[in-house]
């Protein structure tokens, strides 16, 4: 089954943005939860994960302190929270699942989300 990822859109350079990944039928006690971007010609890269259970989140050095990950077990939903947003946060954002553990590995996470365009421009 597909994550499901929502929430992105134009915003100006400084705006905010809060991004959703639905996970239907995904234990998040037991898998971590990352947000990867693609802008154009440029690699997927890891923005923000959340392991497993109560375990540790980890940033992308630009987005730390900009960016917060967060989960609603209940809903089995992961949120991104993006603020002060800058041009080159521009990109395709993705959510991701793994079995228990981050990685800044694409190839490491087995079911994606469909892509949600988030544009950083004024």
């Known amino acids: 089954v597909q994550l499901q990822a929502s929430g992105g859109g134009l915003v100006q350079p400084g705006g905010s943005l809060r991004l959703s990944c639905v996970a239907p039928?995904?234990?998040?006690?037991?898998?971590?939860i990352a947000w990867f971007r693609q802008a154009p010609a440029k690699e997927r890269e890891g923005v923000a994960c959340?392991?497993?259970?109560?375990?540790?989140?980890y940033y992308l050095d630009s987005a730390q302190g900009r960016f917060a990950i967060s989960r609603d077990k209940t809903r089995s939903t992961v949120y991104l929270q993006m603020n002060s947003l800058k041009p080159e946060d521009t990109a395709v954002y993705y959510c991701?699942?793994?079995?228990?553990?981050?990685?800044?590995?694409?190839?490491?996470?087995?079911?994606w989300g469909q892509g949600t365009q988030v544009t950083v421009s004024s």
């Open positions: 039928g995904v234990d998040l006690d037991h898998h971590a």
């Open positions: 959340i392991s497993n259970s109560d375990g540790p989140a």
């Open positions: 991701g699942s793994a079995p228990y553990y981050c990685s800044s590995f694409p190839s490491n996470y087995g079911r």
